[in-house]
């Protein structure tokens, strides 16, 4: 069984910028949420994707957009980057919304922004 | 709206020794609980979870108790190792102000070291 895996492992963007982070679900999994963990902290919900739609949203601005695919990938797209959008951003797949389905988190992408 | 409030860490104990890390959550709805562990450059993995008043998680011989009345969620070990080395955070799963998805809002996470 392949769990999450998620791409690039890091990357440095200057301000203002755009970046695609991507993320493969683990097989048979059709919800994908986004975290941003920043340094020292806990991970904050950005949104989640079911079947293809936005099922949520936490508080992030509009800049930060998401897409899933048919086969549940999912990118995370980061408009005009701030120096505040440096963190580690972690995708997370469930097998359904529910809330006792458990969270397989992938290994994350560290964003660097300078 | 959601709250999970976590022990301050870092954390320093000595191997075999009884590990007790504190969380206490706020919610509007019931919701569930949960501990993941984030070892150094890997993402997060579940450790325990409970889904009711009075639950106990338990996994690799930690544990803990969901706690109502209280609004506590205490992660426990008996005795650590080397190996229990991490950073620890609490959660909780709820629905968020969005009123459909269902998102974990998390502590802000102890730093676990175990020596040897």
């Known amino acids: 069984e392949t769990g999450v895996t998620q791409s690039p492992t890091h990357l440095i963007k200057t301000r203002g910028q755009q970046v695609t982070l991507r993320c493969s679900s683990q097989?048979?999994?059709?919800?994908v949420s986004w975290y941003q963990q920043a340094l020292g902290q806990g991970p904050q919900f950005i949104f989640q994707?079911?079947?293809?739609?936005?099922?949520g949203r936490g508080n992030f601005p509009p800049r930060f957009s998401g897409l899933q695919f048919p086969n549940y990938s999912s990118e995370l797209n980061v408009n005009a980057l701030e120096l505040d959008d440096s963190a580690l951003y972690l995708c997370?797949?469930?097998?359904?919304?529910?809330?006792?389905?458990?969270?397989?988190f992938g290994n994350g992408t560290r964003l660097t922004v300078t | 709206g959601n709250s999970v409030t976590q022990m301050e860490g870092p954390v320093t104990l000595s191997e075999e020794a009884f590990l007790t890390i504190n969380c206490t959550y706020t919610?509007?709805?019931?919701?569930?609980l949960f501990w993941y562990v984030q070892y150094p450059g890997e993402g997060l993995q579940l450790l325990l979870k409970?889904?009711?008043?009075?639950d106990k998680g338990s996994n690799k011989g930690f544990e803990a108790t969901y706690r109502k009345e209280t609004t506590s969620f205490h992660l426990e070990k008996g005795s650590v190792q080397v190996s229990d080395s991490a950073v620890y955070f609490c959660?909780?799963?709820?629905?968020?102000?969005?009123?459909?998805?269902?998102?974990?809002?998390f502590g802000s996470g102890t730093q676990l070291t175990v020596l040897p």
């Open positions: 994707y079911y079947r293809e739609e936005e099922n």
């Open positions: 959660a909780l799963s709820d629905v968020g102000s969005s009123g459909s998805a269902r998102q974990l809002t």
């Open positions: 409970a889904t009711k008043a009075d």
């Open positions: 097989s048979g999994h059709n919800t």
């Open positions: 997370a797949s469930s097998p359904d919304r529910g809330t006792n389905s458990p969270l397989h």
């Open positions: 919610a509007t709805g019931y919701p569930s």
